[in-house]
């Protein structure tokens, strides 16, 4: 995970200052994977590229009442995530009109990749803990209390998750 | 599983984009240096000095701006507009009705209509009468319409095979598809501000919409979802998505706001007054603006930096329109009943066209309502 333990409760107390290199620092370990997270999420590189951008700017807003006792990445993902899924449920209401068209050649490029394409087959909420778990590597533990939900619902929806993913790619 | 290894199109580039973003926000809460009070007075003087020096040194700027104009007007402007200087088609709307100026300077006049818009690929255009909406070609030739009363605001968006075109009926959103059938009231039938909805570009039928709040919703009308609702605006004036979908760019009295694709939250504000009308560069997120007496030109993934004026001049500008190929910038100087054509980028001279307002058939000075596509 980047960015943790001493350095990173170092560089947000001199972000608090004013720091823009501290800052600075603290974007770029930590934009890679939240972006990423966002489009695994979405599958969407504009929609991801706001989700991550708008969890920065909570982010910069909330900085001064920030508990500097709990983790930065953690706070972030949680934003990133829970945004990508609203984000990822609202889409989906809207695929069927897009079942209507011819297909344009820039409908849907970006699944090209098996993996990417295996786990859009998923639902929102089954991709966000593979994420979790397989991208940023948070334990069903912390997911469970990053996700708000029952620590069993986050095993459940990892088995089933990646017993769909392997179907998917074995086809 | 490799989840690091799956590719996001354009990611260097977004990352770069989001850092200059999130700066403009860092620095906007970080705390202040204490510095020693300076007069207001010298400290407004030393930002006009500033301002007229960045502008004037800067090559682009001295490409165009070659000086402040004092008098009203470009002294050797063209008695009639012969040709238009780049590709694509002009809608511009008069006393008389909406014209259609084509490449050559062609003009026809479309008919006793008072709003004209053109649709995703400039095939048609959809124009409105006080009471009714219709679907016009370039030819003049009425496809079909649709009588409602008070109608204004049409706007055409979607894929070239599925379309929908937004209007307000007596204030009140509906959508229709663009062969004129299912017309409806937009999902639950929305007060809508005084502010052409706009289409978010791509097969999904995405409207931006203004109520009368001033709050901003993004909905898909097909299925109704709301994907966000801003905070109220006071004195919107108009919305645009630029090309690419990603940002979608709100003018107030007060000055502009972007917004995302995804979020309620603006992405950046920049405070500006007596904008007159702003515009996406349909090649990027730059904003073209005329404001007052100046044409400025803002990068929209940093609203926060100085703007860069590219046109200044006595009499007040009203409009604008970029080229579809994002080379030119057409300004309507109402005030010198002139048009210009600039070329943002530096390199060659004002093109400007007189009697403006004669050639498209007396009366006011007539409105830019959109430079599309070329002829197909």
Redesign the interface.
């Known amino acids: 995970m980047a960015g943790s333990g001493r350095h990173e409760r170092s560089r947000l107390r001199a972000?608090r200052?004013?720091s823009?290199s501290d800052?600075?620092a603290l974007?770029?370990a930590y934009?890679?994977r939240a972006?990423?997270a966002a489009?695994?999420v979405?599958h969407?590189?504009?929609?991801?590229?706001?989700?991550?951008?708008?969890a920065?700017?909570?982010a910069?807003?909330a900085?001064d009442r920030f508990d500097r006792s709990r983790p930065f990445g953690p706070w972030l993902h949680r934003i990133v995530v829970n945004?990508a899924i609203d984000?990822a449920r609202?889409r989906a209401?809207?695929a069927?009109?897009?079942l209507?068209?011819?297909p344009?050649p820039d409908?849907r490029?970006?699944l090209d990749?098996p993996?990417?394409a295996a786990l859009a087959r998923l639902s929102p909420e089954h991709r966000a803990v593979?994420?979790l778990r397989?991208?940023l590597e948070y334990t069903p533990g912390e997911i469970a209390e990053l996700l708000d939900l029952p620590r069993g619902t986050v095993n459940s929806r990892l088995r089933r998750g990646?017993d769909e993913?392997a179907r998917s790619v074995e086809r | 599983?490799?989840?690091?290894?799956?590719?996001?199109?354009?990611?260097d580039a977004?990352?770069d984009?989001?850092?200059h973003?999130?700066?403009a926000?860092?620095?906007s809460?970080?705390?202040a240096p204490h510095a020693r009070r300076v007069p207001v007075r010298a400290l407004v003087l030393a930002g006009a000095i500033l301002a007229v020096a960045a502008a004037a040194a800067s090559p682009p700027g001295r490409a165009v701006l070659s000086s402040v104009r004092k008098a009203i007007g470009e002294e050797h402007a063209a008695r009639a507009l012969t040709r238009l200087p780049t590709g694509g088609r002009l809608i511009v709307e008069s006393s008389s009705g909406p014209w259609l100026v084509s490449e050559d300077g062609s003009k026809r006049l479309l008919g006793d209509f008072v709003d004209a818009a053109w649709s995703p690929h400039g095939l048609y255009v959809v124009a409105t009468q006080a009471d009714a909406v219709a679907a016009v070609d370039p030819g003049g030739r009425v496809r079909w319409s649709l009588a409602r009363p008070s109608v204004r605001f049409a706007r055409w968006g979607g894929?070239?095979?599925?379309t929908r075109i937004a209007y307000l009926a007596r204030r009140r959103l509906r959508v229709v598809a663009g062969d004129g059938t299912g017309d409806r009231p937009a999902c639950g039938s929305p007060t809508a501000a005084a502010v052409a909805p706009t289409w978010r570009p791509g097969?999904?039928?995405?409207l931006a919409y203004a109520d009368a709040h001033g709050r901003i919703s993004v909905v898909?009308t097909?299925?109704c979802?709301?994907?966000w609702r801003s905070s109220p605006i006071a004195g919107l004036r108009s919305l645009e998505w630029s090309d690419?979908?990603?940002r979608l760019l709100a003018v107030s009295r007060s000055g502009l706001t972007l917004f995302?694709?995804?979020?309620a939250?603006p992405?950046s504000v920049r405070p500006l007054a007596r904008v007159a009308a702003a515009a996406f560069d349909p090649r990027s997120h730059r904003i073209g603006i005329v404001r007052g007496r100046e044409v400025l030109l803002l990068d929209g993934d940093h609203l926060g930096r100085r703007p860069r004026r590219v046109f200044a001049g006595a009499g007040g500008f009203s409009d604008l329109a970029w080229s579809p190929d994002g080379r030119w910038l057409l300004v309507a100087w109402a005030g010198a009943d002139q048009w210009l054509f600039l070329r943002p980028d530096g390199g060659g001279r004002v093109r400007a066209v007189g009697s403006i307002a004669e050639q498209f058939g007396g009366g006011r000075f007539p409105k830019l309502g959109g430079w599309c596509c070329p002829a197909q």
Do not use: K, N
């Open positions: 972000a200052a004013g823009v800052f600075e974007f770029r934009w890679p972006h990423r489009y695994l979405v969407d590189s504009a929609a991801a590229e706001d989700i991550a951008q708008e920065f700017l909570a910069i807003r900085l945004r984000w609202a209401l809207r069927e009109a897009e209507d068209e011819r344009a409908a490029p970006e990749d993996t990417l593979i994420v397989h991208l990646l993913l | 599983m490799r989840l690091d290894d799956v590719r996001i199109p354009d990611e977004a990352e984009r989001a850092w973003v999130a700066r926000a860092y620095e809460r970080a705390p894929s070239r095979t599925d097969p999904v039928h995405l898909d097909d299925t979802s709301v994907s690419d979908g990603r995302g694709v995804a979020a939250h992405l």
